[in-house]
């Protein structure tokens, strides 16, 4: 029991040691990068599609819908991530802070990949929930926007930014 008891605390903290700053020079590690990614889509995606989805069925313009797309995103990638935090036992501003320092730039880049695709793919726009390109183009533009923000979260965990700053409240 002590053996695994120690093998399991030696691979959680090489687990923890790799989410830091690089020493090295080599940086985080993509599966890393890619499980923040993930994370970070998972906000993203809750806010982008419920914005959407409510826009839409309200008849609203596509300037509108897409800002409470925008802001329900951002709001939803918060709220996942001080939900972990807070469960470390933080206070909430200090998980605000967490939050805001952890995804801004994830969700920023995610927001603007997928909304920009929306924007220039013909007719996607102007898609209703009941089309089929509704739901295709908003999946595809979340698929390119986890491939292009995998690297910037790669980048700010290597140098201990984004959801580095997370990390030191798992335990």
């Known amino acids: 029991m002590d053996h695994e008891h120690t093998a399991h605390t030696h691979e959680q903290h090489a ?5 830091g700053p690089s020493h090295g020079g080599t940086g985080a590690s993509w599966t890393m990068a890619a499980q923040a990614t993930l994370h970070c889509l998972t906000g993203c995606a809750i806010g982008e599609v419920l914005g959407m989805v409510v826009g839409t069925a309200f008849g609203w313009g596509n300037l509108p819908t897409t800002l409470l797309a925008i802001v329900l995103a951002f709001f939803f990638g918060y709220a996942l991530t001080m939900r972990g935090v807070l469960k470390a036992g933080v206070d909430l501003r200090t998980a605000l802070r967490v939050a805001l320092a952890a995804d801004t730039l994830s969700i920023a880049v995610m927001e603007l990949i997928d909304n920009g695709t929306i924007l220039v793919w013909p007719a ?25 923000t995998t690297p910037v979260n790669k980048w700010t965990i290597g140098r201990g930014k984004g959801h580095a700053v997370v990390h030191q409240y798992h335990h």
Do not use: K, N, R
């Not at 687990?15 to 989410?19: I, S």
């Not at 999946?139 to 292009?148: C, T």
């Open 15 to 19: 687990a923890h040691e790799t989410h």
């Open 124 to 148: 996607a726009m102007d898609a209703q929930l009941g089309d089929a390109l509704f739901w295709i183009s908003l999946a595809i533009s979340l698929v390119l926007a986890f491939i292009v």
